[in-house]
T-cell receptor, first 112, second 110 residues
Framework: DQQVKQNSPSLSVQEGRISILNCDYTNSMFDYFLWYKKYPAEGPTFLISISSIKDKNEDGRFTVFLNKSAKHLSLHIVPSQPGDSAVYFC???????????FGSGTKLNVKP | EAQVTQNPRYLITVTGKKLTVTCSQNMNHEYMSWYRQDPGLGLRQIYYSMNVEVTDKGDVPEGYKVSRKEKRNFPLILESPSPNQTSLYFCASLSTDTQYFGPGTRLTVL
């Protein structure tokens, strides 16, 4: 059973608007959460992360929110740009960074 | 340039023919890992290595072997590939809390 879930396989957003990608997890031992972006024919690239001691982390247009009580995190992209069109994976790890668990991905399409 | 390289990028083989996918990183990272990506399942961790001569199972280790004889290399070995190992494979190395991924190896087992 997947411990990290992304229930939306795809999302379509107009350029300039906000993109919100969601992720749920089941393991309360997860201590660190990451978002990766993946273009076709390339490996995933790191986007942003958040530790369980925080509820928000911001980096430019990207903000990750963590709601530990709901075991839910989200990635906000504002404003969305066509170059943001990619598959986004959320991932989680316990404090020791031994194992990483990934969601199934959400394909974001930003329309010009 | 900091990078993780994998070879080959594409491979078609037949059931039972042993194969090795190589992975190398030039960032002096201690931690390396292998994943497979399948539709609807995302990335699943196969094996990881915390350092030279230290390896451990991920979520889906069955049918795979790894070795870590030197820090920069972490080959993935399929002793007897089967069709259910047809997948896209990624190698990664870890710096502090961020994983750097290779470009992927698309493996087809007939």
């Amino acid at each position: 059973d997947q411990q990290v879930k992304q229930n939306s396989p795809s999302l379509s957003v107009q350029e300039g608007r906000i993109s919100i990608l969601n992720c749920d997890y089941t393991n309360s031992m997860f201590d660190y959460f990451l978002w990766y972006k993946k273009y076709p024919a390339e490996g995933p690239t790191f986007l942003i992360s958040i530790s369980s001691i925080k509820d928000k982390n911001e980096d430019g247009r990207f903000t990750v929110f963590l709601n530990k009580s709901a075991k839910h995190l989200s990635l906000h992209i504002v404003p969305s740009q066509p170059g943001d069109s990619a598959v986004y994976f959320c991932a989680a790890s316990e404090y020791n960074f031994n194992k990483f668990y990934f969601g199934s991905g959400t394909k974001l399409n930003v329309k010009p | 340039e900091a990078q993780v390289t994998q070879n080959p990028r594409y491979l078609i083989t037949v059931t039972g023919k042993k194969l090795t996918v190589t992975c190398s990183q030039n960032m002096n990272h201690e931690y390396m890992s292998w994943y497979r990506q399948d539709p609807g399942l995302g990335l699943r961790q196969i094996y990881y290595s915390m350092n030279v001569e230290v390896t451990d199972k991920g979520d889906v280790p069955e049918g795979y072997k790894v070795s870590r004889k030197e820090k920069r290399n972490f080959p993935l070995i399929l002793e007897s590939p089967s069709p259910n190992q047809t997948s896209l494979y990624f190698c990664a190395s870890l710096s502090t809390d961020t994983q750097y991924f290779g470009p992927g190896t698309r493996l087809t087992v007939l």
